[in-house]
């Protein structure tokens, strides 16, 4: 079973900006796609960003051109960088991980936006 581990939240102002890691078991290769997705308070959880097929890039439209989703190869592991953060960025954020047989969340990682 994969697992998926997030580290890089926490309390930033408007304006700044934080780097998001999500460290998988296996292989970067192994996954059909991966991405991030955050859940606020109330809302509904929602795709930040998302790689399928190690190719095809996609964002959620409230966070284009801030942020950014990466993969490290070698370290089997992905990124998000967030650049000018408002408050509405405010919420937990979840690394998924997909292929035939898996479906993988990880446990999230609470990010913070305030002054």
């Known amino acids: 079973q994969v697992q998926l581990v997030e580290s890089g939240g926490g309390l930033v102002q408007p304006g700044g900006s934080l780097r998001l890691s999500c460290a998988t078991s296996?292989?970067?290769?192994?996954?059909?796609?991966m991405g991030w997705y955050r859940q606020a308070l109330g809302k509904e959880r929602e795709l930040v960003a998302r790689?399928?097929?190690?190719?095809?890039?996609n964002y959620g439209d409230s966070v284009k051109g801030r942020f950014t989703i990466s993969r490290d190869i070698a370290k089997n592991t992905m990124h998000l960088q967030m650049n000018s953060l408002k408050p509405e960025d405010t919420a937990i954020y979840y690394c998924?991980?997909?292929?035939?047989?898996?479906?993988?969340w990880g446990q999230g990682t609470q990010v913070t936006v305030s002054s």
């Open positions: 998924n991980a997909r292929s035939l047989r898996d479906n993988a």
């Open positions: 296996r292989s970067i290769f192994s996954f059909n796609a």
């Open positions: 790689i399928i097929a190690g190719a095809e890039v």
